[in-house]
């Protein structure tokens, strides 16, 4: 796989998928929908495309097709993920502190 496309219809919230792929080095394209675009720099380490515009999925997978070195480029501009782990404690220690205030 070199692409990884979430191409939700909905306001999706914030989602991992997300940084599973660019853990494993891949680029994304994401719905221009709730917290996806946030994480996505369209153009740069990804892309975000309008559900509501017709094509404008398609277009983003021929610009990838007509310069498939596009892919190594973006992959420079990755943003710095937390593994699930890393992550998973940190929400943990959230909550901790949380219950101990009452």
């Known amino acids: 796989m070199d692409v990884r496309v979430v191409p939700s219809s909905w306001n999706e919230t914030y989602g991992r998928v997300i940084d599973e ?3 494993h080095h891949r680029t994304v394209i ?4 709730g917290g996806m675009p946030e994480r996505v720099a ?3 380490n990804g892309f975000v495309f309008d559900p509501d515009r017709k094509n404008d999925l398609y277009d983003k ?3 990838i097709a ?3 070195q596009i892919l190594n480029a973006m992959q420079e501009n990755f943003p710095a993920v937390k593994t699930i782990e890393t992550y998973a404690a940190e929400v943990e220690g959230v ?3 949380l219950v101990n205030m009452t």
Do not use: E, H, T
């Not at 994401?30 to 929908?33: A, E, F, H, W």
């Open 30 to 33: 994401v719905s221009k929908r």
């Open 66 to 68: 007509a310069n498939p």
């Open 21 to 23: 792929a660019f853990l």
């Open 61 to 63: 997978l021929k610009i």
């Open 42 to 44: 369209d153009g740069k």
């Open 95 to 97: 909550y901790k502190q």
